[in-house]
């Protein structure tokens, strides 16, 4: 199913702007936590810095979140990972309010107190959360809230390779299956759960084998590609909107950053991901456009300048906003 | 026009799930065994009958799945009632319980609403050993972001579960097994009493004094309020008055109740079924001991609790780790006889 121009130009342009986003915050993560300017003999210090605490990128992951948000609607629920940037940016979450999250002030989207973890927008139905497997149970839930609720809705909840040896994921495939929820479960498969190469932590290649166990239908995608991504997610919403129950989707995806920042990476081959870009799956969906006859160097341009705006635009927007009085920390532990 | 009548706790927490089932086509039940069975320990009897398999939804023995999708379907606008068999199951769902049900509302900065009642049974008394007898509110309340409520009979029972399901906050429900009236385990009759066939809410953080009296002040919760009870009538036949604080919820806790309470009997016994250390009890005394500048003393501050032990299973055993009516007698007459040092 070959999707529309308009939606293959959201596909680039969404790619772009994660990707940028990512770099950026791989920049501005970094300021103030490099000596001189922290406690002697430390290289780095996680807690200083405009934006403190543990921080996980997304790059080269950016064609699981739009192949699968393409066919989202705003009343479509996702629910994230610990590594959420791409999956709430494809998914419509506003980037200044998440920015502003991330460095801790008052205008994030819970006002300083989830950070780049526990990012909540129900306006645009995301969240996410920072412990591995977390994600499936809750979109079950809201999967079967649009049941209850009598809407063609969906839920998607996307989760990494390591996550799939969770109990979670057993539970919830179960439940959904049982239940035949209109969910699709996605499992970003980058090889590595933290450090951990996936054929020293799970029995079988591909995660997508697992969906025999409960009977629903289990589609590997081989190749990190918007294009395949987009594929597979549509046969899985376009099946759980008409009732048919959930799907289980692996991609083989590329992580180009450490598990966090600062990871030293000890446990991947030097040149790895040198080797890995070589794939980049943002031009070769550039490719595809302007051979498609919808990209042009001029269109290029002016994507990338737009994104590169509204990135600057974000960043700038966290920056100037104030941080939230102490005493609201107080707050908000129930409505 | 009321029509009260005598109800088990059970009878009252399925009245009461029935009643706001009808009122709200967002309330949705599900749980292990609460469908076919009504619940192993009758919570939901009778439900299914009236609303069905799709309202009343037995689950698999998924606590993590099925407990993490109540909370998203609360975050959808739902408002599901999850029953954990025994709380004592927790161990294999707390992540979604207190990382996620417990704390997204406060990582939303207060978007997110999860009126989520999960609901559970505690405590022991008919020897079912380490795995299926303690009480444990206390480690859930010590979790910021869960409201803890733990009736101690019918009429509160239903209608602090109306005021539960009503709430936009997650509420943990904890009933004691040996105040729910079962056909097939003793129980405090005490614990059942006239419930009102109207809909009622019992307000969260107000407690109830369940008797009056001028000499002993005990403080306690669910089933122990009835043991409590028991021991304040044979104190009376002794001539001292005992005045029995049921607490009803722990979050919001009603310390102003607590405080008039110690200051107009000057003897504080705090009573309770939980483990004794670093718990309910402990906060209690603490609430007191923080405010001896308004309140004086004429005894030294009591606890009793489990030790520091897991419930044993034996009869004998367990008889004596879990305080009980003569215990809490003891106690008090000990406290009679009490005397705070004078500063030197």
Redesign the interface.
Known sequence: MEPSAEKLMWMYETMLLIREYEETMANVYLEGKLPPNIQKGLAFDIGSGPVPGEMHLAAGQEPVAVGVCAHLRKED?V?GTHRPHHFAIAKGVPVDAMTAEMFGKAT???????GHM?L???EHKF?C?G?VG?S???????????K??GKDWV?VAFFGEGAANQ??FH??L??AA?WSLPAIFVCEDNKYAISVEKSESTAIHSDADRAAAYGIPGVAVAKNDALEVYEAAGEAVARARKGGGPTLIEVKTDRYMGHFQGDAEVYRPKGEVGELRKNDPIPSLGKHLRARGILDDGKDAAIREKVHGLVQKSYEFARQSAYPEPREAL????? | MTTARKLTMAQAISEAIGQEMERDPKV?AMGEDIARYGGIFGATGGLLERFGK?RIMD??I?E???????????????R?IAELMFVDFFG?CM??IY??LA???????????LPVVLMTAIGGGYNDAAQHSQCLYGLFAHV??L?IVVPSNAYDAKGLMIQAIRD??PVMYFFHKGIMGLPWMAYYEGSSNEVPQEAYTVPFGQARIAREGKDVTIVALSQMVQKALLAAAELEKEGIGTEVVDLRTLVPLDVEAVVRSVKKTGRLLVADEDYLNFGLTGEIAALIAERLDQISLKSPIRRLGVPGVPIPYSRPLEQFIIPQVKSIADACRGMMRGKVAQPA
Not at chain 2, 103 to 113: A, I, L
């Open positions: 629920t629910v994030g989207l819970g006002h300083g107190k989830g526990h909540f927008d129900p969240s959360s412990i977390a499936l149970p809750p979109a079950c839930g809201a999967a079967l809230a649009a209850k609720m839920a109990g979670t539970e919830a179960n439940l049982l707050q908000h532990v129930f409505v | 949705f799709e689950t698999p998924s993590s799945a099925f407990i993490g999708a109540a909370t998203g379907a609360a975050a959808e606008g739902m599901p294999v992540d979604q990382n996620h704390k997204n509302t406060y990582m939303s900065g207060g978007k997110v609403r910021p972001g409201k936009d906050n």
